[in-house]
Nanobody
Framework: QLQLVESGGGLVQPGGSLKLSCTAK????????IGWFRQVPGKEREGISC????????KYSDSVNGRFTISRDNAKHTVYLQMDSLKPEDTATYYC????????????????????WGQGTLLNVSS
């Protein structure tokens, strides 16, 4: 069974950068699209980025497009989310999730099409 573990969260000042990692264990990693989602207590979960199994396709939400970059290293079973120009409104718990379904569905409906989820890592953007 595929398991996902996020790491890299922490406290960052506005305008700073941070890189999150999502490492997978089990099954065949390179058949899964991996998405990044975030959630603030009391708000809906937001899909922010997704990468296809080969890494050839990526997508971003409007809220992070141009500031965040998703990438993957299939040899290391890891997907990364490089976050630059961070804002206080980026503060949230960040989750990665996997699907072997359609890449087009990756970020839809708050991640309802994603099959496996990590436990989350907290990002706090504050001065």
């Amino acid at each position: 069974q595929l398991q996902l573990v996020e790491s890299g969260g922490g406290l960052v000042q506005p305008g700073g950068s941070l890189k999150l990692s999502c490492t997978a264990k089990g099954l065949i990693f390179n058949v899964y699209s991996i998405g990044w989602f975030r959630q603030v207590p009391g708000k809906e979960r937001e899909g922010i980025s997704c990468i296809s199994p080969s890494g050839s396709r990526t997508k971003y939400s409007d809220s992070v497009n141009g500031r965040f970059t998703i990438s993957r290293d299939n040899a290391k079973h890891t997907v990364y989310l490089q976050m630059d120009s961070l804002k206080p409104e980026d503060t949230a718990t960040y989750y990665c999730a996997a699907t072997h379904g359609l890449f087009a569905l990756c970020l839809l409906d708050q991640g309802k099409y994603l099959e496996v989820w990590g436990q989350g890592t907290l990002l706090n953007v504050s001065s």
